[in-house]
């Protein structure tokens, strides 16, 4: 971050970090979506302050990493729980490894905020539009450099019952993100707009009335209002009985070779008093690879799931030759299929180059996983075709819609009990509601500790485990058919229209010089 010399930069930069910080409160398990607009609608009116005074493009970058600094350091904290408590890392390590993080992910924010105070142009329409195109493309390249991390993109805060959540079936997470920072920009240039006097011919001087601004406001809200009772799916097939197993066993004594026959009569027994015709446990929920599970339970399993006319789906690491997969496979009527997770999280299931040292001072056993094929073709159960995606891919919609429109259903399973009883499983329901919404699709999530739930295709809870009880969830779903204009087309509509956009503001209204 520039060196901050100036009195009043620091007072914004000051203001920047706090909002920030503030931001994580639109967010899951908080809700508050109108938090997000607010707080992108004030680091829109800090940058604004810069581009009226020095246009100092390291000051804008001052402010958009201060921002991010602190939004990420409030809510991806769960990355110090996850290192130190359950990986075993000495504390000062993992604080430094998560502030380090945490500084990472402000490189794109700061650069979106020196290129606003670099480009901003007179008068609010530029501005706002601006502002909220260098925002999303911000989060965008966040979400695949360094292999992604695409966490508190500003779209997963306007989930429903935020009007804006009707723009994610055309649009995705980032069509949304678009939407949340022009709609808090708006909200800051009607602000602006009523403040500020403006020269009115030559009879004299009157305020300016934010009409102009607050209607573009009142029309995005509105629009996102009415798009959110549109249907883009058809239900096919007929009703199709699900049961989601939540074992909650603590991830602190997981991997004790004591505990091993405990979780599989655990899990055994979930199945057996919950019959359905699809049951789902959660990621690595037997703590072995498969071909390391007594013969005579998984046949015991089949057998299980033969008598309930249903499939099993098992969360569990595989070995094939010489490579080692986080997978997914089913046991039931049909043959065996399986599920190899595609999108491995750095330094939890694979160990980047160079980082073997820092790996060394963890305790995370199962990390050095092969990347299943990025194309793979639904899973076929029991009448359905079932896309499966493990925990963290779930975050990535662009590869979600690989698998579709030919699935009729999504299924994530996860073990967010690295986590602990942090925000990381809320916000971890949050993403798969848009992904929900994305696809028009349920989503069947079964994790180990929380938020085990069932999202229908209009992004909205229907129904949920509490988080560390034993349970199961049973329940009713059906599938779906038809695709989203996302599931067509991506995030490449939102990505270009945004450089598009830059494009064309910059050619209509240039940079004034001073």
Not at 426 to 443: D, K, N, P, S, W
């Amino acid at each position: 971050m520039p060196a901050i010399r100036n009195s009043s930069l620091r007072w914004r930069v000051s203001g920047a970090l706090l909002l920030g910080a503030a931001g994580v409160l639109a967010f899951a398990p908080f809700g508050w979506f109108p938090v997000n607009w607010l707080t992108l609608g004030g680091l829109y009116a800090l940058l604004g302050a810069e581009a009226d005074g020095e246009r100092r493009a390291r000051h804008g970058a001052a402010l958009g990493a201060a921002f991010a600094f602190g939004l990420f350091l409030a809510g991806v904290s769960w990355v110090y729980v996850s290192l130190s408590v359950f990986g075993g890392m000495p504390a000062w390590l993992a604080a430094l490894a998560t502030v380090l993080f945490c500084v990472v992910l402000t490189i794109f924010p700061a650069l979106a905020g020196a290129l606003f105070v670099r480009l901003a142009a007179a008068g609010w329409l530029p501005r706002t539009l601006l502002f909220a195109s260098l925002w999303v493309l911000a989060e965008w390249a966040r979400s695949w450099m360094f292999t992604g991390f695409p966490w508190l993109a500003a779209g997963y805060s306007q989930v429903p019952p935020s009007p804006l959540a009707g723009y994610a079936p055309l649009f995705g997470v980032y069509g949304v993100s678009l939407a949340s920072a022009l709609a808090g920009a708006l909200i800051f240039a009607g602000a602006r707009q009523w403040r500020e006097p403006a020269a009115q011919g030559a009879a004299g001087r009157r305020r300016r009335l934010p009409a102009a601004p607050l209607l573009a406001l009142a029309l995005l809200l509105a629009g996102g209002a009415l798009l959110g009772e549109r249907r883009w799916t058809q239900v096919t097939g007929e009703p199709l009985r699900v049961a989601l197993l939540q074992g909650n066993v603590p991830q602190e004594i997981k991997w004790r070779p004591e505990r091993f026959v405990d979780s599989l009569r655990t899990y055994y027994r979930l199945a057996q008093e919950n019959p359905a015709q699809l049951t789902v446990l959660p990621e690595t929920a037997l703590p072995a690879f498969l071909d390391q599970i007594p013969a005579d339970y998984l046949d015991e399993l089949r057998k299980l799931a033969r008598r309930q006319d249903g499939e099993l789906l098992l969360g569990i690491a595989v070995a094939e030759g010489r490579q080692y997969f986080n997978a997914a496979v089913t046991l039931g009527a049909s043959e065996q299929q399986r599920y190899r997770k595609r999108h491995l999280v750095p330094f939890g299931e694979f160990v980047p180059p160079g980082f073997a040292w820092f790996m060394a001072m963890a305790n995370i056993p199962m990390s050095d996983f092969t990347a299943g094929s990025p194309h793979q073709p639904p899973l076929e159960l029991h009448g359905q075709r079932v896309a499966v995606n493990i925990c963290y891919e779930d975050s990535f919609g662009e590869e979600i819609i690989t698998a579709l429109p030919a699935a009729t259903l999504l299924v994530n399973i996860s073990n967010v009990a690295w986590f602990g009883d942090s925000l990381a499983p809320a916000q971890h329901l949050q993403i798969a509601q848009m992904r929900a919404l994305e696809t028009g699709r349920v989503m069947l999530r079964a994790t180990n500790t929380g938020m085990t739930a069932i999202v229908d295709v209009d992004g909205r809870v229907r129904s949920i485990l509490p988080p560390f009880t034993r349970g199961a969830l049973v329940d009713d779903v059906r599938g779906h058919t038809g695709a989203t204009p996302y599931v067509r087309w991506g995030n490449w509509p939102v990505v270009v229209g945004a450089l598009l956009l830059i494009a064309v503001l910059r050619r209509r209204w240039p940079r004034r010089p001073r």
